[in-house]
């Protein structure tokens, strides 16, 4: 049975070198979540988690790590991956986090 979120043995780190942050167990990549930062804003493009490790609150863990750190930073976030997006939604003490352009031009 492969660790979980839970189990308290998953660690996540920027790795900015990669773009992305990294979920690890031991020395296991367990999932990961890309991104493209800029000055004020941070977009997550992408989460994925290895197979093995579907279910056990690995995405999350991602998440909520790479939100959290989004904070510290002042970074809004920009949701292009379906999965941060839909956990943004279903946490709203990270709303507050989406990123909202001060233009409003439109074609």
């Known amino acids: 049975m492969s660790p979980s979120a839970a ?18 167990t031991a020395d296991s990549l367990a999932g990961f979540a890309s991104y493209l ?11 994925e988690v290895q197979d093995g490790y579907e279910g056990r609150g690995v995405g999350s863990a991602l998440a909520r790590a790479a939100l959290d750190d989004a904070r510290a930073r002042g970074l809004g976030v920009l949701a292009i991956c379906p999965f941060v997006d839909g956990w ?5 003490e990270y709303e507050d986090l989406r990123y909202t352009p001060e233009s409003k031009v439109a074609d």
């Open 7 to 24: 189990d308290g043995d998953l660690t996540v780190t920027d790795v900015p070198s990669a773009h992305r942050y990294e979920a690890r």
């Open 37 to 47: 930062r800029g000055d004020s804003v941070i977009a997550f493009v992408h989460t």
């Open 88 to 92: 943004i939604s279903k946490h709203p």
